[in-house]
């Protein structure tokens, strides 16, 4: 089955500088790569996703980038600020018609220092 | 529109007693997920139902089950509870393999 590995687990950046998260998955079928934010005590969040016939994705400071050949995926925060400061999951799921199952990364804490 | 609700939002179990945590959307979604996170280990997934009627195993499902009762709602049971049980559970639901919306979470501590 799907494994997805996530790393750094940790992540300390001044604020206005950029993070990035990486992630690799095992299943060469997936093609569905969704990113989700969990600020402490909350639920987790969409923040942006990617699909495999597209190589880039961005949303204002976020951006996603797939290597399908590598099997990994990045994240991407420029100008970071305070608020940016969570808990980042990566997932990779094959979607079919009736849906699917994500697998997700273990977790990136990323603290944005003032 | 509430979105997704879990009940309770926190309960405490004596090894061996059973429980049944409820999740119920109203997003018209027809795929639905538990998950329980852990720290270090992310959001495992536990079972998911792709559509009414259908249930099928995630990566951790042994010592549960799960009833997609309706559309609607979708239940997770444990029947005998452990100490390895202690976690955070949550019901996330979407319209298949698109933005997962999740519930609040439940944090269940079996003692």
């Known amino acids: 089955g799907e494994n997805v590995e996530q790393h750094p687990s940790t992540l300390s950046v001044q604020e206005g500088d950029s993070a990035v998260i990486k992630c690799t998955y095992s299943?060469?079928?997936?093609?569905?790569f969704p990113w989700y934010k969990q600020e402490l005590g909350k639920r987790p969040q969409l923040i942006i996703d990617i699909r495999s016939n597209v190589g880039e994705k961005k949303d204002q400071r976020i951006a996603v980038t797939l290597n399908k050949t590598a099997k990994h995926f990045s994240l991407h925060i420029t100008e970071t600020q305070p608020e940016d400061s969570a808990v980042y999951f990566c997932?990779?799921?094959?979607?079919?018609?009736?849906?699917?199952?994500?697998?997700f990364g273990q977790g990136t804490e990323l603290s944005v220092k003032p | 529109n509430a979105g997704v609700t879990q009940t309770p939002k926190f309960q405490v179990l004596k090894t061996g007693q059973s429980m049944t945590l409820q999740c119920a959307q109203d997003m018209n979604h027809n795929s639905m997920y538990w998950y329980r996170q852990d720290p270090g280990m992310g959001l495992r997934l536990i079972y998911y139902?792709?559509?009414?009627?259908?249930?099928d195993k995630g990566e951790v499902p042994n010592g549960y089950n799960v009833s997609r009762l309706n559309k609607r709602e979708f239940s997770l049971r444990l029947e005998s509870a452990a100490p390895s049980q202690t976690s955070v559970y949550f019901c996330?639901?979407?319209?298949?393999?698109?933005?997962?919306?999740f519930g609040p979470g439940t944090r269940l501590t079996v003692l």
């Open positions: 996330a639901s979407s319209v298949g393999i698109t933005t997962q919306y």
């Open positions: 139902s792709a559509s009414e009627g259908t249930t």
């Open positions: 997932a990779a799921s094959v979607a079919y018609n009736q849906g699917g199952k994500l697998i």
């Open positions: 299943d060469s079928a997936s093609n569905y």
